[in-house]
């Protein structure tokens, strides 16, 4: 299957995603980073995640943008990819990872040795 039908395939799993993150980008916005390869997409069966390396002075780190998926799989689909993720990152030199996304995410994440270091707080102007 072609890049651009694994972005169609999960097109409903990451607009959903998009729509609960405050508006910073459209679904063409996720083909173009995909497509040039600043992000990348994992695909599965019942659910997605966008990643995209941030390189900041001291530190690689590959961070889970956006992830998505059918009602109830989703998040399982998406921890089944937490090794190939982490394995992945190693390989493009990343020496830590982050996810930004509702609070939900830490109690799946912590038993895998996530931890939260940061509460992001937004508003509209």
């Not at 990451?14 to 173009?32: E, P, R």
């Not at 695909?43 to 900041?56: D, K, M, N």
């Not at 530190?59 to 998406?78: D, P, R």
Request: proline letters at 2%; charged letters at 25%; one cysteine or more.
């Amino acid at each position: 299957m072609s890049m651009q039908d694994e972005l169609l395939k999960c097109r409903k799993w990451i607009q959903s995603a998009l729509d609960k993150g405050g508006d910073t980008h459209d679904f063409v916005d996720i083909v173009d980073g995909v497509m040039s390869g600043h992000m990348q997409l994992w695909s599965g069966e019942r659910g997605c995640a966008v990643t995209e390396i941030l390189v900041y002075p001291n530190k690689k780190i590959l961070h889970v943008f956006l992830a998505g998926g059918e009602n109830g799989h989703g998040i399982k689909q998406i921890t089944d990819m937490h090794d190939d993720a982490i394995e992945w990152g190693k390989a493009q030199g990343c020496k830590g990872m982050s996810i930004t996304g509702r609070a939900g995410w830490k109690k799946v994440l912590e038993p895998r040795g996530w931890k939260q270091n940061f509460t992001v707080l937004t508003k509209e102007l």
